[in-house]
């Protein structure tokens, strides 16, 4: 059985290196002529005004799926035209397009943050007085780790943040205040059957993940239950079949849902290490069709991304429980170059193993400490905005 992935990155990587033990082959489709997973199989490249490596791309293999999905929609459609296409377009469509996002949170009637829709500058202006400010705007596609989004502060900045959209549809969700990111990663199987992997808690710096902690500390089960019916609405609604990653925020309000990923998750790499069956062998498993594996954490788990540099491997060898997962990458500022997966038995091992990790740490994501009090965060703040600090403990 050869799978074809769109996507040659380091998640369509991790999806090779779970189904190599699994007797499965591989296809990646990229927009790029080379990519962390171009040794792992066959490797076709989109050339300009050529089209032939993407027919060649959906003969070379039976069974197919994605590792990003901010592809354009035209190339997937192509290829479930041809041959099995999980999870579904519709689930694609959805996570490509933040209004669609929205629409469905509000059918399914998941709580999310307050939004308005804008196509010019003065329906923009209009949003912000009933919104208040500051507020973010957001594309309603290509929205992506803060690319394609802008924060506005005063009325001042309105008309440069309009022409930064570069005059498309926007989305303006006022700033909420929230005590923490959350995410949960849920399986579905062709078949209905869903499994769900503890509730993460992430760090973010610039709308770019720096580390997670799963399972998140304080989830009592009402609330991991609240959040995986959720996740199983929307797996239900979309006919999804494969991994789906939910993003929310956690406020004095409750659980609001954030972004919705059609896929496997950077915040769920904690599983190579931390989880009975890693996401990316249980997302092989459903869109194959065989049974999923279990999602219990078996400890307490750190991911620290590894961002601009690889480190030295000396040094992460040698740190507790460490687990290095690099992907081969040519390092640049920005660049998620590879993770690390740390693993305890209590919250407060963790921390004191992840106090390590903290060079490779922006400076607006440090390490908290046990029974610190948490930082009250702004939904969506620019990384130089002070957080408020929130009484809500670790343990």
């Known amino acids: 059985m050869r ?12 999806l090779a290196w779970a189904g190599n033990p699994l007797g499965l082959d591989f296809s ?24 032939q490596a993407l027919v060649q791309f959906v003969a070379s293999a039976d069974l197919f799926t ?3 999905e901010t592809m354009p929609i035209e190339v997937a459609e192509y290829v479930a035209a041809y041959k099995r296409f999980f999870p579904s377009l519709q689930s694609l469509r959805t996570s490509q397009n933040r209004i669609e996002e929205k ?4 059918m399914l009637n998941i709580p999310h943050v307050p939004y308005r829709l804008a196509s010019s500058d003065t329906e923009l202006r209009v949003a912000l007085q009933s919104l208040g400010l500051p507020a973010v705007v957001k594309n309603a596609t290509l929205s992506y780790e803060r690319q394609g989004e802008c924060v506005i502060h005063t009325d001042a900045e309105i008309e440069t943040a309009w022409s930064r959209m570069s005059g498309s549809t926007v989305i303006i969700e006022p700033q909420v205040p929230y005590i923490r990111d959350l995410s949960i990663v849920a399986v579905r ?9 503890p509730v993460a808690e992430n760090y973010y710096d610039n709308g770019v993940l ?16 609240q959040i995986q ?23 004095e309000q409750g659980i609001l849902a954030n972004k919705l990923i059609s896929r496997v998750h950077n915040s769920g790499h904690w599983t190579l290490d931390g989880a009975e069956t890693n996401q990316f062998e249980n997302h092989l498993r459903a869109i194959l069709g065989y049974p999923l594996g279990s999602t219990e954490a078996y400890r307490i788990s750190g991911m620290v991304n590894l961002i601009g540099q690889e480190g030295m491997r000396e040094t992460l060898f040698g740190l507790p429980s460490a687990h290095l997962h690099l992907y081969r990458k040519e390092p640049r500022p920005g660049q998620k170059l590879g993770h690390v997966n740390i693993t305890a038995s ?36 620019s990384s130089d905005e002070p957080h408020q600090p929130q009484s809500t403990e670790w343990v």
């Open 346 to 381: 209590t919250y407060e091992e963790l921390i004191e193993h992840l106090r390590h990790m903290e060079p490779y740490l922006s400076a607006n994501a440090p390490i908290l400490q046990p029974n610190s009090s948490r930082r009250l965060s702004q939904f969506n703040s």
């Open 210 to 225: 720096q580390y997670s902690i799963a399972p998140a500390a304080d989830i009592v089960s009402e609330v991991q239950q």
């Open 103 to 106: 629409k469905l949170f509000n």
């Open 229 to 251: 019916q959720f996740a199983s609405s929307i797996l239900t609604y979309l006919n999804h079949v494969g991994a789906l990653t939910l993003e929310l925020l956690d406020t």
């Open 28 to 51: 990646f489709y990229d927009v790029a002529p080379s990519g962390s997973a171009n040794l792992l199989g066959q490797f076709f490249f989109k050339r300009d005004l050529q089209e």
């Open 189 to 197: 199987g062709q078949h209905g059957e869903m499994a769900f992997y």
């Open 3 to 14: 799978i074809g992935i769109l996507g040659a990155g380091q998640l369509g990587s991790m």
């Open 66 to 68: 994605y590792g990003f």
